[in-house]
């Protein structure tokens, strides 16, 4: 990993937003969301604007509810 740190332009070429999400939780529980939006305006003031939206998009994962399950898809009655 360390090879790839050393060639990486955007947050995008490290992990996912999901996987940032999980690794913030991890490091900041209740307060994640938070901490991704900090990163998302220090992002945007730096004029990075593809971190920037890369935060955004950790953002919204650490808001989504857990406890809500996508619908299950149904078959088609004949």
Known sequence: MSAELNTWNS???LATPTEAAAMLRESYGPKAAAAAEECA???K???RE???FFWL???AEL???PGVAAPVAQP???
Do not use: G
Request: glycine residues 0%; charged residues 35%; without cysteine.
């Open 11 to 13: 947050f995008w070429d």
């Open 41 to 43: 305006s220090a992002a």
């Open 45 to 47: 003031n730096d004029d």
């Open 50 to 52: 593809t971190d920037h």
């Open 57 to 59: 998009a950790v953002a």
């Open 63 to 65: 808001k989504k509810d």
């Open 76 to 78: 088609i009655p004949h």
